[in-house]
């Protein structure tokens, strides 16, 4: 591979972490807290349904998103708001099973909050110098938080290949990597399964694909993005 050859996949490869840290961005503001009006607004003039996307879980996602925001009138907001505080908040709920996005509650035997999974996150948050606003009072494995901690590391990614320094683009990409692994994909599945079960919403079920098919495809992606990097050494 000649220098010219080199300098153009790099640049390739930044632009890619730059566009994964906007999108896990966007997927963990919609985790965070419902939307506003002025969100919905401006997701319906986004057209969702014709953004070209190369997973079919994630085309479907844009589309349930899209027509339910088409349909949109005075009362969308608060019928958004009332699905996200039943859905993802369990607001009311005191025996169905709700999408509460805690990776404790889908992964430790007790499903309850607290569990060895926000203690690893913690421990992985400290590792890389982060942390989450104490006066949230929102434990760590929160879906939000850790969609916002790979965006973090896809920003520094492509912050470090930006000033040329590669070795340390690979090691926040092998960071992305064994977090995806062991914090987002092992629990995505049963996540999405039980949003699309107990969403009232076509909006927040069509959410629940779209966030389980980017984090199956974000798996291949990094595993290109790696190769890239690896490639660019040896060269």
Known sequence: MGSNEQATMLE????AEEARAAFYRTLASFYFKELDQDGIDRLAASDLAAIEADDALMRAGYADMAAYLARRDGGTRQELASDFACALLAAGSYEE?????????????????????????????????????EALCTPEDHLSFELE????QAEAAACAL???????ARR??????????????????AYADCLEGCARTRFYRGLAKLTRGFVHADEALLD?????????AVC
């Open 149 to 152: 901690f790979m965006a973090t």
């Open 162 to 168: 930006a000033r040329g320094d590669a070795e340390e």
């Open 172 to 189: 926040a990409v092998d960071v992305q990597r064994t977090f995806h692994r062991h914090h987002l994909l092992n629990w995505i599945d």
């Open 97 to 133: 099973r709700r999408a509460t996005p805690y990776e404790s509650v889908f992964t430790s035997e007790s499903g309850l909050l607290m569990q060895e999974a926000r203690d690893d996150v913690y421990r992985l948050f400290c590792e890389q110098h982060l942390a989450v606003d």
């Open 224 to 232: 290109e993005t790696a190769a890239a990097l690896e490639d660019a």
């Open 12 to 15: 390739q490869v930044r632009a």
